[in-house]
């Protein structure tokens, strides 16, 4: 079981100034529903019912957004507009525990899960990157909690990327494949072209079991000057197995404009409500 999640969500979001100024990045919205939430609701539809993020004084809205707001329901009561309550107060966020840990420091990923060390105590616990907006019948942490069952190990999302992205993401060399959990070999953060073990890139869903921690205490800082949670998953490496999983689904990189418009775009076209709508009008600007 799987009953923590982490959510890292400290960063400044400079790509996305200045929209990002006075809001944090992650409730920027696609259609109607800030990022960060459809990584919360995929959180607790595996059965999550704590999350911890690893944010900063500035995002106060990210607490805001996930408390209660009982004035707001009472006026929605008061006007007849009861149907919006659903989406005001979920149902589905009644019973969580949201907790909020200020990262004073901006020193990496790897820095950042392990201010959640103390809350996660021997709990093997889920880790999210809001940013990147999955879409799929199995939702990526489903398909992730397969294999941790199967292999009773951390396991890691990957996709398969382009030669050109390798040098953005962690990337794996994968070892034996056990149904559709492969064995991990090595892994390499945002390696050049030339030095990238695959084109098998993590993609940001983890399910880590707390050993984790032992070794992100003991990473020493990169080159930049932060501690990458990928050189953790190294080190953890020679101890234990850990595995990757194949996600299957769309996948949406939110953390670039591109990927954000284009997850704005699909989710559009998803939502029944004005899918009709634009595709007519993204046939007139054709
Ligand atoms: C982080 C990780 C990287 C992973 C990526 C997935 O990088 O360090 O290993 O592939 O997320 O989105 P970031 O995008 O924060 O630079």
């Known amino acids: 079981m799987v009953k923590i999640a982490v959510l890292p969500v400290a960063g400044l979001g400079t790509r996305f100034l200045p ?33 911890i993020f690893i944010t900063s ?3 106060y809205s990210i607490k805001k957004h996930f408390d209660k707001n009982i004035n707001f329901e009472d006026r929605l009561k ?35 899960i392990l201010h959640a060390e103390e809350l ?4 093997t616990f889920a880790v999210l990157l809001p940013d ?15 294999s941790h069952q199967e292999t009773n190990s951390s396991v890691i999302a990957v996709n398969k990327v382009s030669k050109e992205d390798v040098h953005k993401y962690g990337v794996i060399s994968p070892g034996v494949i056990k149904n559709k959990s492969i064995q991990i070999e090595d892994i390499v953060e945002k390696p050049s072209l030339d030095d990238a073990p695959s084109d098998i890139a993590v993609c940001g869903r983890y399910i880590f079991k707390p050993t984790i921690f032992k070794f992100l205490k003991t990473t020493k ?6 501690i990458q949670l990928t050189d953790a998953i190294k080190a953890l490496l020679e101890e234990e197995e850990v595995y990757a999983r194949m996600y299957e689904g769309e996948k949406y990189d939110c953390g670039s404009k591109k990927g954000f418009v284009h997850a704005t775009i ?9 899918s009709k709508d634009i595709k007519k009008i993204i046939k007139e600007i054709i």
């Open 221 to 226: 800082f990169d080159k930049s000057g932060e």
């Open 120 to 123: 996660v105590g021997e709990n």
């Open 78 to 112: 008061n006007s007849g507009k009861i149907e919006m309550i659903k989406k005001l107060n979920p149902e589905i966020f009644s019973g969580i525990k949201f907790h909020y840990i200020d990262q004073k420091e901006q020193k990496g990923l790897g820095h950042a």
């Open 19 to 51: 929209a990002s100024k006075a809001i944090p990045k992650e409730m920027l919205p696609i259609i109607d529903k800030p990022l960060i939430q459809y990584a919360v609701e995929e959180a607790i539809n595996i059965g999550v019912d704590e999350i």
């Open 266 to 274: 699909a989710l559009a076209l998803k939502d029944k409500s004005i």
């Open 132 to 146: 990147d907006l999955f879409f799929s019948a199995e939702s990526c942490l489903d398909q992730l909690l397969n």
């Open 57 to 59: 004084p500035e995002k």
